[in-house]
């Protein structure tokens, strides 16, 4: 019989991706794998059932998708999905596959709980950043998103236009923007918003993407300070010492004065993301300027940030939107799909479903397994909560 991969409907409050587009069944069933899909699942996203039928998925209720799939891909697993996704904890059953964003270094109880259940959990944002695993890696392609988005949040709250017009009533300025972070998120907002005809410039603790920088159109920010070792594991940037953070907060000041949109983007897997503009910076900028942190799901880049809410501090306007990608469904979840689907031609190369422990892909991404936490440095955390007297309980 062919490996089947279950498709649910989305549980979390406003998330309209769907894990799987229909553009992805005919692929999947050519490399052996059934796709089952719940009712309705993909219609927020822009997929009618016909649309998947046309491609050769099946449809059936929540129930029957747990009962019959040998692996489930979610884009929100229980982790990333812990209230609405506990009435799913029961229909697990052990040995069945989880493939789809988790939280993993944080949402240790939920990571537990899957375990106990005897599920085997495989975490996106785990995806290693190595050349083989570039069509796996959901995180970029939602980041790209993101930084898309962020720009047109600001075109839009700015109460000027973004590019230069020679116009009969004078010269209109273009807009000032300024991108703090860039990552793929960052990279992609400097060329959003130069197509829009903004003048762009970027900062980012690694010194090394100042070519990418620049190749995308930005002017790249110097601050006079020490950054060598501000690159972690797998190109990430890393978290710094407050000492670090206070120095760079008082250089970008004067930066911050000048500009109109500032979009903050700087975050550190599993951690808290760093305050690089606190209230006082924000009082330093000209009445009528934006904010867009798209950090806000790890707090924020900017200390008056609500996430999820946009605020005025100050005569500045400061937007904290969440769950980005979800806002421009229908293309993220052709985006998610497709590095979910490389990922489950990895798990089932021939037809049938392996997980092979010597794959450095699937081994980075195997966070539960035979009723355990397996992956390292998840199972190093929860170990932690414990003597802590952390919340985690097994």
């Known amino acids: 019989m062919p490996t089947t991969v279950g498709v649910p409907r989305e549980t979390f409050p406003g998330e309209r991706r769907v894990a799987i587009a229909p553009r992805q069944c005919e692929q999947l069933r050519k490399s052996g794998i059934d796709v089952l899909i719940e009712n309705a699942a993909g219609v927020e996203a822009g997929f009618p059932d016909d649309l998947y039928v046309s491609r050769g998925a099946r449809f059936g209720d929540r129930a029957s998708v747990f009962k019959e799939a040998d692996l ?7 982790g990333a999905n812990p209230d609405a996704g506990r009435s799913d904890i029961a229909m697990i059953r052990p040995g069945q596959a989880f493939i ?5 270094l944080t949402a240790l109880k939920e990571a537990l709980r899957l375990a106990e259940a005897g599920a085997s959990v495989f975490a ?9 695993a570039q069509s796996m890696d959901a995180l970029s392609s939602m980041a790209t998103i993101s930084g898309y988005r962020a720009v047109l949040l600001g075109a839009m709250h700015l109460p000027k236009m973004f590019p230069m017009l020679m116009t009969a009533a004078g010269t209109v300025t273009p807009a000032k923007v300024f991108v703090l972070g860039a990552g793929v998120a960052g990279l992609q907002a400097i060329a959003t918003a130069r197509r829009l005809g903004a003048v762009v410039s970027a900062y980012d603790v690694r010194a090394a993407v100042k070519e990418q920088v620049e190749s995308v159109g930005a002017k790249f920010v110097m601050l006079d300070m020490e950054a060598e070792s501000a690159e972690g594991k797998g190109g990430y940037a890393k978290a710094m010492d407050e000492t670090f953070y206070r120095r760079q907060r008082q250089l970008l000041t004067d930066v911050l004065r000048e500009q109109d949109v500032v979009i903050t983007t700087a975050a550190v897997p599993g951690r808290k993301a760093p305050i690089l503009i606190t209230s006082e910076m924000v009082q330093a900028m000209s009445s009528g300027s934006v904010i867009v942190d798209i950090a806000a799901e790890r707090g924020g880049n900017c200390e008056a940030t609500l996430p999820g809410e946009t605020v005025q501090h100050g005569g500045i306007l400061i937007l904290g939107p969440l769950n980005v990608p979800s806002s421009v469904p229908f293309h993220a979840s052709q985006m998610l799909s497709s590095n979910i689907t490389a990922f489950l031609r990895l798990l089932v190369p021939n037809g049938s479903f392996a997980i092979d422990g010597t794959d450095e892909i699937i081994r980075s991404t195997l966070v539960t397994h035979e009723g355990r936490v397996v992956h390292p440095q998840v199972a190093e955390l929860v170990a932690a909560s414990r003597v802590t007297g952390g919340e985690v309980t097994a």
């Open 100 to 104: 789809g964003f988790g939280e993993p």
């Open 72 to 78: 489930i891909a979610q884009v929100r697993c229980l």
């Open 124 to 132: 996106l944002e785990l995806i290693p950043r190595i050349t083989r």
